[in-house]
T-cell receptor, first 115, second 117 residues
């Protein structure tokens, strides 16, 4: 089974703090993704990476950055956390090569509260 | 551009009765379509997928969905609901992102399914 592990289930941070969310996958997937999930809005893509050190902006990248130094690990960084970044964050991974047919596998999520 | 509309934000059924969760999509190209389920405080789990083979797709836990191109629909059904089906369900469309091998997903807003005893 594919396993996507997010390091924290719950995080509470203060406004202005730098926040790191970590994600690790164990299936040698080329693609990794970060989404945020808000009630009534579904999931929205923040950033994705298709290879080590490569990244692309998603639909809502403002206020976020990412890092992918190793194939299995993809980090989401909130440079200066704000209250409007309180949300559920989901990491996913997928194989490359079949484009739209690829299944994305999701982690359990990190619920971040910024106070 | 692609989009997904889930026509009901909440659906409530009694245990043992049929389930219908409705989804319409818009896509410029031949899309792939997925249904994911999310149980409380859990990540998303794939229920089923359509990728241009058979239009009637069977998934896990007795769910199935039918791709109807003429109606741009991909409704999710189950003949008999079980208490464990209570969760949030997401309809998802995927298209290739430009000339890449990456499939960009667009999620619907989600439908919360409640199952009464």
């Amino acid at each position: 089974d594919v396993k996507v592990t997010q390091s924290s289930r719950y995080l509470v941070k203060r406004t202005g703090e730098k926040v790191f969310l970590e994600c690790v996958q164990d299936m040698d997937h080329e693609n990794m993704f970060w989404y945020r999930q808000d009630p009534g809005l579904g999931l929205r893509l923040i950033y994705f990476s298709y290879d080590v050190k490569m990244k692309e902006k998603g639909d809502i990248p403002e206020g976020y950055s990412v890092s992918r130094e190793k194939k299995e690990r993809f980090s989401l960084i909130l440079e200066s956390a704000s209250t409007n970044q309180t949300s559920m964050y989901l990491c996913a991974s997928s194989l490359s090569g079949q484009g739209r047919k690829n299944i994305q596998y999701f982690g359990a999520g990190t619920r971040l509260s910024v106070l | 551009a692609q989009s997904v509309t889930q026509l009901d934000s909440h659906v409530s059924v009694s245990e043992g009765t049929p389930v219908l969760l409705r989804c319409n999509y818009s896509s410029s190209y031949s899309p792939s379509l997925f249904w994911y389920v999310q149980h409380p405080n859990k990540g998303l789990q794939l229920l089923l997928k359509y990728t241009s083979a058979a239009t009637l797709v069977k998934g896990i836990n007795g769910f199935e969905a039918e791709f109807k191109k003429s109606e741009t629909s991909f409704h999710l059904t189950k003949p008999s609901a079980h208490m464990s089906d209570a969760a949030e369900y997401f309809c998802v469309v995927s298209e290739n992102a430009g000339g890449t091998s990456y499939g960009k997903l667009t999620f619907g807003q989600g439908t919360i399914l409640t199952v009464h005893p």
